[in-house]
């Protein structure tokens, strides 16, 4: 007897068995006579093989259905005398056209239910598979309930279609859960994948969402792969609110046209989602209170609607290249971020700006191209501290305002332009760099009231501290400016730079009210004069000047004659010797409060109108110049 013949002799026998006795899981009506294809893939499975329908029946589809009734006995093991293979239990191109049933069913086989077709309700709420269940290529026409689903190893849903509601909620799977190329097609439904555990991954890969789903409080024990997954639905919400991944996410290329929240989501390894697109205009995507492992990358990401970043923290670095925030309105939220190592933001578009309020980094660098540079309409780093450096190059912005912030490594502002307003109050930098940095034309634009650095540099060349004097200059006046320049200059070994940063605060605070009377005197007498003190020179120099006119005007022949009677040197008309005297006489006229000897005996009622207007002239400017000098001299001791 051939094998052949053995075969179908125990399958007539099997099917005997099975209508006469045990044709019926328990709790259920009889499943009666078995249809064509039932007979067969009992047939086949006995015999070890799988059952593919569509290699024995073709492409009627009629003749390829399964009750679902049978399919529930059949993975249940409700055939008397029906052992299934080891390798577990295959059916292929199959057609289920009413309810399959298997709620809190324990399966204790490996199910393969590849590219079948079921037409009615599929329910495995509460089921136990003990091994892997593989429904690649299906198409649930019906509602799907996978509502606490338990499966001991892998789980496998690849380019099925779901036309009906979905839950997964609350589904436990050991192993990997599998949904790459899957469609859910049903737009006005969420798909409900709540509180779902994996102790694998979970991929999405390529998967198509015509409405949202809702990862809320799920936790995955390796990966989460949403690469090229397409959400659809501009109205429903895609939530990965706290959710929990063992190791990396990746969202590259995805498309998500709703609100998405990735909300107190703890991801240990790195988050990816290079080349994604948000393209919601009006609902925000929340990534607040995230906790990433390792590395952030949003390399070429589209953001057409709000961010909020709000006190995420990544261990990592954080990578925001070529990526573009297109919300003109509201400037993405990245306040009370921490970043542990590096955040780039290179080449990225920021139309409405970017809030970093009380963010935290250790090295945070803003960067665009020489080639063309990028316009943000303002950077917020008010409060936001950072460890090492801060880079802010080929840039254009229309404000910076950054009070309050920390760097404790060194600040280096290049090819930047701030047009409109920057406000440094109350910062603390600990080396701050300026190289071809424009700031905003009016003083009262430039706020950098309590500023404090350590180092200060506009650049190698030696007038470029000019700049630097040019900076406080064209900001809001305060002499704390002024008075930490010079100290910095002091300090550094340049006393004439010092001083010049000290004349300009001083003259600057006159200017301010300049038609006071006391602030013209100030201007006139002690700056033009004596520089504030610092330039006494001024001062000796142009009394030394006056003096030698007054020997031009002060003839020694005015003297008393009996004075002159007994110098008869100075009758014999030797010309040095008349200088001399002229010089001395000059000076004693000069001096206030000194007296030489020679102007007592110089007598007045002999000398002319013009000499009479200059000796009023000469006494005047000594009793304004000399004490000058003297307090400038003094000043320079204290």
Same mark, same amino acid.
């Given at each position: 007897?051939?094998?052949?013949?053995?075969?179908?002799?125990f399958?007539?026998?099997?099917?005997?068995?099975?209508?006469?006795?045990?044709?019926a899981?328990q709790?259920?009506?009889?499943?009666?006579?078995l249809?064509?294809?039932?007979?067969?893939?009992?047939?086949?499975?006995?015999?070890?093989?799988?059952?593919?329908l569509?290699?024995?029946?073709?492409?009627?589809?009629?003749?390829?259905i399964?009750?679902g009734?049978?399919?529930?006995?059949?993975?249940t093991?409700?055939?008397?005398?029906?052992?299934a293979?080891?390798?577990g239990?295959?059916l292929?191109?199959?057609?289920?056209?009413?309810?399959?049933?298997?709620?809190?069913?324990?399966?204790?086989?490996?199910v393969?239910?590849?590219?079948?077709?079921?037409?009615g309700?599929?329910?495995?709420?509460?089921?136990?598979?003990?091994?892997?269940?593989?429904?690649?290529? &299906? =198409? !649930?026409?019906? /509602?799907? @309930? +996978?509502?606490?689903?338990? %499966?001991?190893?892998?789980?496998? $849903?690849?380019? &099925? =279609? !779901?036309?009906? /509601?979905? @839950? +997964?909620?609350?589904?436990? %799977?050991e192993?990997?859960?599998? $949904?790459?190329?899957?469609? !859910?097609?049903?737009?006005?439904?969420?798909?409900?994948?709540?509180?779902?555990?994996?102790?694998?991954?979970?991929?999405?890969?390529?998967?198509d969402?015509?409405?949202?789903?809702?990862?809320?409080?799920?936790?995955?024990?390796?990966?989460?792969d949403?690469?090229?997954?397409?959400?659809?639905?501009p109205?429903?919400?895609?939530?990965?609110?706290?959710v929990?991944?063992?190791?990396?996410?990746?969202?590259?290329?995805?498309?998500?046209?709703?609100?998405?929240?990735?909300?107190?989501?703890?991801i240990?390894?790195?988050?990816?989602?290079v080349?994604?697109?948000?393209?919601?205009?009006?609902?925000?995507?929340?990534?607040?209170?995230?906790?990433v492992g390792?590395?952030?990358?949003?390399?070429?990401?589209?953001?057409?609607?709000?961010?909020?970043f709000?006190?995420?923290?990544i261990?990592?670095?954080?990578?925001?290249?070529?990526?573009?925030?297109?919300d003109?309105?509201?400037?993405?939220?990245?306040?009370g971020?921490?970043?542990?190592?590096?955040?780039?933001?290179?080449?990225?578009?920021?139309q409405g700006?970017?809030?970093?309020?009380?963010?935290?980094?250790?090295?945070?660098?803003?960067?665009?191209?020489?080639?063309?540079?990028?316009t943000?309409?303002?950077?917020?780093?008010?409060?936001a501290?950072?460890d090492?450096?801060?880079?802010?190059?080929?840039?254009?912005?229309?404000?910076?305002?950054?009070?309050?912030?920390?760097?404790?490594?060194?600040?280096?502002?290049?090819?930047?332009?701030?047009?409109?307003?920057?406000?440094?109050?109350?910062?603390?930098?600990?080396?701050?760099?300026?190289?071809?940095?424009?700031?905003?034309?009016?003083?009262?634009?430039?706020?950098?009231?309590?500023?404090?650095?350590?180092?200060l540099?506009?650049?190698?060349?030696?007038?470029?501290?000019?700049?630097?004097?040019?900076?406080?200059?064209?900001?809001?006046?305060d002499?704390r400016?002024?008075?930490?320049?010079?100290?910095f200059?002091?300090?550094?070994?340049?006393?004439?730079?010092?001083?010049?940063?000290?004349?300009?605060?001083?003259?600057r605070?006159?200017?301010?009210?300049?038609?006071?009377p006391?602030?013209?005197?100030?201007?006139?007498?002690?700056?033009?004069?004596?520089g504030?003190?610092?330039?006494?020179?001024?001062?000796f120099?142009?009394?030394?000047?006056?003096v030698?006119?007054g020997?031009?005007?002060?003839?020694?022949?005015?003297?008393?004659?009996?004075?002159?009677?007994?110098?008869?040197?100075?009758l014999?008309?030797?010309?040095w010797?008349t200088?001399?005297?002229?010089?001395?006489?000059?000076?004693?006229?000069?001096?206030?409060?000194?007296?030489?000897?020679?102007?007592?005996?110089?007598?007045?009622?002999?000398?002319s109108?013009?000499?009479?207007?200059?000796?009023?002239?000469?006494?005047?400017?000594?009793?304004?110049?000399?004490?000058?000098?003297?307090?400038a001299?003094?000043?320079?001791?204290?």
């Amino acid at each position: 007897m051939n094998r052949l013949l053995r075969l179908n002799i125990f399958g007539l026998v099997l099917i005997f068995c099975l209508l006469s006795g045990g044709g019926a899981a328990q709790g259920q009506p009889p499943l009666g006579p078995l249809n064509p294809a039932e007979t067969w893939v009992l047939q086949q499975l006995a015999a070890g093989r799988n059952a593919d329908l569509k290699e024995r029946f073709g492409e009627d589809a009629g003749a390829r259905i399964l009750r679902g009734q049978f399919v529930e006995t059949l993975l249940t093991d409700g055939f008397s005398g029906f052992k299934a293979p080891r390798a577990g239990i295959f059916l292929l191109h199959a057609i289920i056209p009413d309810t399959l049933n298997l709620q809190y069913a324990q399966v204790n086989h490996a199910v393969f239910l590849v590219d079948c077709q079921f037409q009615g309700l599929v329910t495995f709420n509460g089921s136990h598979f003990t091994k892997t269940i593989r429904m690649e290529q &299906a =198409v !649930f026409a019906q /509602p799907a @309930d +996978f509502h606490q689903l338990k %499966v001991d190893l892998d789980a496998f $849903f690849g380019d &099925a =279609v !779901f036309q009906g /509601p979905v @839950d +997964f909620g609350a589904a436990q %799977v050991e192993g990997n859960l599998v $949904f790459q190329g899957s469609r !859910f097609t049903r737009k006005g439904l969420v798909v409900n994948f709540n509180g779902l555990k994996v102790g694998g991954s979970l991929s999405l890969k390529n998967a198509d969402f015509a409405g949202g789903l809702d990862l809320t409080g799920s936790k995955l024990g390796a990966e989460l792969d949403a690469r090229g997954a397409r959400f659809a639905n501009p109205e429903k919400n895609i939530s990965f609110t706290a959710v929990k991944v063992g190791l990396a996410a990746s969202f590259d290329q995805a498309l998500f046209q709703g609100p998405v929240s990735l909300a107190d989501g703890e991801i240990s390894g790195t988050l990816s989602a290079v080349g994604t697109r948000f393209e919601s205009t009006g609902q925000q995507v929340l990534l607040t209170g995230l906790k990433v492992g390792s590395a952030a990358l949003f390399n070429r990401t589209v953001f057409k609607g709000p961010v909020n970043f709000g006190n995420s923290a990544i261990a990592g670095s954080l990578y925001v290249v070529e990526a573009r925030f297109e919300d003109k309105k509201q400037p993405p939220k990245f306040d009370g971020l921490k970043v542990d190592n590096f955040a780039s933001f290179w080449d990225t578009v920021f139309q409405g700006g970017i809030s970093m309020i009380r963010a935290s980094f250790k090295n945070l660098m803003f960067a665009g191209s020489a080639a063309a540079k990028l316009t943000y309409p303002m950077v917020n780093l008010d409060g936001a501290l950072v460890d090492y450096s801060l880079i802010l190059g080929d840039l254009t912005l229309e404000t910076l305002q950054a009070t309050r912030l920390q760097v404790k490594g060194p600040t280096i502002l290049k090819n930047l332009k701030i047009a409109q307003k920057a406000d440094l109050r109350d910062s603390n930098l600990y080396s701050l760099k300026m190289i071809n940095v424009t700031w905003p034309q009016h003083a009262d634009q430039v706020w950098l009231e309590g500023l404090i650095y350590q180092n200060l540099s506009a650049g190698e060349g030696p007038r470029d501290w000019t700049k630097l004097l040019a900076w406080i200059n064209d900001s809001r006046l305060d002499t704390r400016n002024y008075t930490q320049l010079e100290t910095f200059f002091r300090q550094g070994g340049y006393p004439d730079r010092a001083d010049t940063v000290y004349i300009q605060g001083r003259r600057r605070v006159a200017l301010d009210q300049w038609w006071r009377p006391s602030h013209l005197a100030t201007l006139i007498f002690w700056d033009g004069l004596a520089g504030y003190g610092k330039k006494p020179a001024r001062t000796f120099w142009l009394s030394l000047l006056i003096v030698l006119v007054g020997t031009l005007f002060f003839d020694p022949k005015n003297f008393d004659p009996s004075f002159l009677g007994g110098w008869t040197w100075l009758l014999n008309g030797n010309v040095w010797r008349t200088r001399v005297v002229r010089f001395f006489l000059s000076l004693d006229e000069f001096l206030p409060g000194v007296d030489l000897g020679l102007a007592r005996l110089w007598q007045m009622n002999k000398i002319s109108y013009p000499t009479l207007l200059y000796y009023h002239f000469h006494k005047i400017s000594g009793w304004i110049l000399v004490p000058i000098a003297l307090a400038a001299v003094f000043s320079q001791f204290k």
